[in-house]
C-alpha cells in the first residue's frame, strides 16, 4: 500500500507518520510539509516545549528505524499543483489530508492571516481533490475536518445526515447535512472543505472519510516513542490549544488562564487514540462516490473542569496550581453553555475500537515528559492578547 501523509511534520502528521511506518499494509510511505507552522510560532516567539528535528532529520529517522519500508520525506505544499499531481500519479492508495494553516486564533489576528488561512486551507484541499479526480479516482483521502465547524444547535450530532422533519415517515423525511457554524475563519475553512468533499464524491465518485476531530491533546505515542523522535508541544496563545497552555501555565507557576467563566465546552481526544483511528481507517469500507462522516470527539467537556483536572493531577507532583477565572475572554465566551454531544449510537467507528484513554492519565503523563525534556517557556507568549472582535 502507498500512502501519502501531507502536513507529516505537523503535530498530528508526526505521530500518524511512525504509526504507519510501523503498519504492516504500508510497503511505500510519502510525507510531505512545507514547514509552515515551524516559521508560523517562531514568528510570535514561541517553539515547541519538547525538542524536535529538523523535517529532513526526521524522515533519516524513520528510514533507519524501517529499512525495508520506502519513506520518503518531500518538502512542498499542496498549492503545488504540479507536485500534487505528480505524486497522486503515483496511484497513492490512500491520502491523509492534515496540511491545513491553523489555527482559529491565527486567522483572526490580521486580514493577511485571514486571507492565507483561506487561500491554503481551500485551495490546497481543491488541488488535492481534482488530482485525484484527474489521475486517480481510486485513491482514499481521509481528510481532518474540526468538531468546531459544527453549529451548536443542542441537537446530538451525527456521523451522517440529518433529518430535518424527523416526525415524517422515514421514507418522506428530507436528509440534509449537519448545520455548520463558525465564529472564526479557520473553522469556515474547515466547514467549507466538507461541501467541496461532498462535491468530489457526488460528481466524480471519489471516496472520502471526513474527520471531525475535536481537539486532540497529549505529547507522546507508543510510535513515536520507538522512533525515538517527540511530536510537536506548543503552548502559545495562538498554536498552544487549552490543555497545553494549562499544562505549561502549572508547571512553570504561572495561574491557569480559563478564557471567561469557563462554562463553555470543548471535545477532547488523546493524542494516541486519536492516531489509533486514523490509521485505522485507511481498512474502513467505502463504495464509490461515498462521502463518510466519523466523529472524532469521544466526550465534551467544560473548560472550568479542564481547568481544575490540571490543577489535580499536578498536584500530585506536589505543585501548587491556582486558576485565573474571568481575567481574560478574547474570544467572548464568558457564560456561553455550549455542548456537542454525540450520538453514542451513531458514533459507531470510535465506539468499535475500545480506544478511550482517560484524560486525567494523558494530563499527568505529558506533564511528566515535559518535565523531563522540556525547554524554559517564555511566559509572554503565552497570556492572551489577541482579541477577536478587535
Known sequence: MKVLVVGADGYMGWPLACQLAAHENVQEL????????????????????LPINSFSDRCALLKAKFPNKSVEGISGSVLDMEL????????????YHLGHLRTAPYSMSSHQACVETVHNNEIGFLNLIWAVKDHCRQTRIIKLGSF?????TGLKIPESDIAINPESPESERMMVPYPKFATDFYHITKANDSLFARAACSNWGLKIIDVMQSTVFGATSDYTE???EHTRFDYDQIYGTVLNRFVLQGLSGLPLTVYGDGQHSSGIMVLKDAIGA?????????????Y????????????????????EQLNTLDLEV???????????EANENSTYPVTTAENKFLDSLNIDTPIQTEILETAKMVQKFGKEIDSKVIYPTLDWSK
Do not use: W
Open 30 to 49: 510519502i510525507l510531505l510539509d512545507n514547514g509552515i507552522t515551524r516559521e508560523k510560532v517562531s514568528n510570535i516567539g514561541g517553539d515547541s516545549v
Open 84 to 95: 500534487v499531481v505528480k505524486l497522486i500519479q503515483r496511484q497513492i492508495d490512500t491520502v
Open 148 to 152: 468546531g465547524a459544527y453549529a451548536g
Open 226 to 228: 520507538m522512533v525515538g
Open 278 to 290: 486514523l490509521c485505522k481507517m485507511q481498512s474502513l469500507p467505502l463504495t464509490e462516490g461515498e
Open 292 to 311: 463518510r462522516i466519523v466523529n472524532g470527539n469521544p466526550r465534551p467537556y467544560k473548560i472550568i473542569d479542564l481547568a481544575t483536572m490540571v490543577k
Open 322 to 332: 491556582t486558576l485565573s477565572v474571568n481575567e481574560f475572554d478574547p474570544r467572548h
